[in-house]
């Protein structure tokens, strides 16, 4: 058998360096700095090799995204559902203030308002994301905190979207008090029973 | 006193072709495909004008913005905070899913992730939208709807991120139910103290 063949032999090799190098392309450039040439030279992937296999910068976008979805997200388990949703949030907030996640993180976003390829792998991205989330919620209905029937993924969503609505669409700071606010807000809404289940006691 | 020195007169006209030709490139191509060629050309201003009087893409980008914050944004008054909160949301998500409007509004939140100068216009259009939103929370809390001290602007927010969320970041659909229900959390948020000012009975 051909090293190029195993799992992890060449071919696996030249992914894994294609990806590698277009997240550090974004992470430079951001989406709209991104091309093929660049990444062909920092990954030593011949140009025509990443055309063929790639389809160009959207193609690399997307499998890019792949790659991030797999990195580990930890999901907090602090015992309580206030605990969980600030950890979640917080992460959010965090990771795009980080000066290496960031910019690559705003360059994902970016990209999939630009190409519907990028988008739908976005897409898959988030549904991933807000899938794992739950499990805080799905724990804390189990412990009574939440009523039971109550949308997991909503609960997720309403906690994460005003860190994201500040950053990319109003422009405004995120501080950690914003961060929590936003989470304490989801809880209180679940509480009430406006995100599916009945209202608590 | 000569035609072009009169408000309204000359360069008035000419601004407001530039800003109207802009709006209708955005509606037809995005913000990827915003030309200064192809604003001149459909505004019947030279392209040296334009390039003197907006100096790019970015200038046209934050004058149309300009404009379309001057565009009516009809604050609901149905006489209770939960009907006013959905009302706005509703407005935010009609707004976005008309075949005219939508396109443009999408094409500002997409120039302003890769243009410093559009992020800054898209951050006053919002600081404006926020204050005349927070209306309706200023009648709720004279109502007694809502706890005084309660973060107006942040109940909005939190009202309408949601819906940003699933349009620009998640890639998710958006249904009218998605939308009241995110009014309905920030309604929920709001009542129980988190945002600001302390729980309501």
Redo the contacts between chains.
Sequence with gaps: MESNRRPGGRSARVRDAVRQATLAELAEH???GLTVENVAERSGVHKTTVYRRWGGVDGLISDALDLAGQEPWPVPDTGDIRGDLRGIVQLVRGGFADPGLGPVS?AF??A???SPEA??A??AF??AR?EQSADVVRRAVARGELPAGVDAA?VI??A???V???L?????PVSERDAD??A??????A??G??GGTAEG
């Design positions: 951001g989406y709209a705003s976003v970016a999939a308002m630009q988008a739908r976005l897409h988030f549904a807000h909503e969503r309403v994460v979207a005003p994201y609505y500040r990319f669409v109003a422009h405004e606010r936003a304490d807000a989801a809880l209180a809404a509480r009430a406006v995100l």
